[in-house]
């Protein structure tokens, strides 16, 4: 079978073809691994989270009965509502922190989207070189 101009852009147009889908394979992939790092990371912080929030909450809880027993004869409404305020403030505090910290939170698929950009550029200054 001769080599034509004819088969000769079917086998160009295989190469670019098969290029075009292992880049998006390529792709595809480093999307899966930046969600599985991300679904895992997020696991690691609830877990941590939780239990970090548990042992707060009986130390809160054991903080406050011993100042309120200290002071049960003298200052006993004073001093719950001193605890009150503390802990108010405290939550306005960390509450603020907490939307500062999800704000300064990577932009999920970062990689990918970076990987993409990168392969738009490309394409685009290849057609105009070739162009």
């Not at 086998?11 to 880049?23: D, E, K, N, P, W």
């Not at 480093?30 to 991300?38: D, G, I, K, M």
């Not at 100042?67 to 305020?85: M, N, P």
Request: glycine residues 6%; hydrophobic residues 55%.
């Amino acid at each position: 079978m001769a080599q034509g101009p004819a088969s000769n852009l079917l086998a160009s147009l295989r190469r670019v073809f098969g290029t075009l889908i292992a880049m998006g394979r390529t792709r595809f992939e480093l999307l899966v691994v930046e969600f599985e790092e991300e679904r895992a990371r997020l696991g690691v912080l609830l877990l941590l989270g939780a239990l970090t929030f548990l042992c707060l909450m009986l130390g809160i809880i054991l903080v406050n009965f011993l100042i309120i027993v200290a002071f049960w004869d003298t200052y006993r409404l004073h001093s719950v509502v001193v605890l009150a305020i503390v802990y108010l403030l405290a939550a306005f505090v960390l509450w603020r922190m907490v939307v500062a910290k999800a704000r300064e939170q990577p932009r999920l698929f970062s990689a990918t989207l970076e990987e993409l950009r990168r392969d738009e550029s490309q394409l685009r200054s290849d057609e105009k070189g070739g162009a």
